[in-house]
């Protein structure tokens, strides 16, 4: 079990560094500047969607809406790095 554990630690890291090595740099800055309107549109309809059902959704409403919020600040310190990069 151990080395099952060890051999998929160690796949999702060749994963990740594979990934790093191939990847373009983001030079469209308007592109992730959409995604963060859309990031913002999903974050008011999850608003909505919870004042709907009373805030009830057993935890999980709140935790969908902290990540959301969560990639929205990211994506705006994306479009920010990207401006500043230009």
Do not use: Q
Not at 57 to 78: P, V
Request: glycine share 4%; hydrophobic share 50%.
């Amino acid at each position: 079990m151990t080395k099952a554990i060890a051999v998929v630690v160690l796949s999702v890291c060749l994963s990740f560094v594979a990934g790093i090595a191939v990847a373009e740099r983001v030079h469209d800055w308007p592109d992730l500047a959409a995604a963060h309107r859309h990031t913002l549109e999903a974050i008011r309809e999850m608003e909505r969607a919870r004042a709907a059902n009373h805030y009830d959704m057993a935890g999980h409403g709140a935790k969908a809406e902290e990540h959301l919020r969560a990639a929205e600040h990211e994506l705006h310190e994306a479009i920010e790095a990207s401006r500043a990069a230009r």
